[in-house]
């Protein structure tokens, strides 16, 4: 398993960190060397479980066209203003 890039790792632990503080999942530190930690959803979180299971879907089926808008967006990004 490749490792998480920084800026990705850094919103990644923030959104856990938020769901975690609004009870949607819970954590356990599995070991501390290296630091593992398993995320659960909680009781209060299952609610949320097939609308996100419906977004992750939807980014598997339209993967091709979300790149494509992203390089787009991108490219406009880095023209000169």
Do not use: C
């Amino acid at each position: 398993m490749s490792p998480i890039p920084q800026g990705s790792q850094k919103s990644l632990t923030s959104t856990l960190r938020r769901l975690e503080r609004n009870g949607a999942i819970g954590h356990h530190v599995i070991s501390s060397r290296p630091i593992a930690i398993q995320y659960r959803i909680t009781a209060p979180g299952k609610p949320m479980r097939d609308p996100i299971d419906a977004i992750l879907q939807w980014a598997v089926d339209n993967m091709e066209q979300i790149t494509q808008a992203r390089e787009t967006f991108d490219d406009m990004e880095t023209l000169p203003q």
